[in-house]
């Protein structure tokens, strides 16, 4: 089992910029791709970014290609979303997640174990 916890989340206006963070517990870190997805209300959850198991190489959805940055510390079990030029469709519960796959999956079904999510609000 890995737990995972995300915290950062809040209200910001558009432009503004806002860091992600997630913890992680229980197996080894490093032994699992992590991602970012996040859900807005009425919508299904969509992916964001995700980072390989050394964190030598990222992958991102095309709506946020340039303003956010994933990262991860492997020596300290934590997961990083960095999140700059925030628009209001960015809006949304965000979620982080853990795959034991061997490849890098752009879909929910892809991850093992989730975070309970924190809110982003990006006013107009």
């Known amino acids: 089992q890995v737990q995972l916890v995300e915290s950062g989340g809040g209200l910001v206006q558009t432009g503004d910029s806002l860091r992600l963070s997630c913890a992680a517990s229980?197996?080894?870190?490093?032994?699992?791709?992590m991602g970012w997805f996040r859900q807005a209300p009425a919508k299904e959850r969509e992916f964001v970014a995700a980072i390989n198991r050394s964190g030598s190489r990222t992958y991102y959805v095309n709506s946020v290609k340039g303003r956010f940055t994933i990262s991860r510390d492997n020596a300290k079990s934590t997961l990083n979303l960095h999140m700059n030029s925030l628009k209001p469709e960015d809006t949304a519960v965000y979620y982080c997640?853990?795959?034991?796959?061997?490849?890098?999956?752009?879909?929910?079904?892809?991850?093992?174990?989730w975070g309970q999510g924190t809110q982003v609000t990006v006013s107009s």
């Open positions: 229980g197996r080894t870190f490093s032994n699992y791709i």
């Open positions: 997640a853990a795959s034991s796959r061997d490849l890098v999956a752009s879909g929910p079904i892809g991850y093992d174990y």
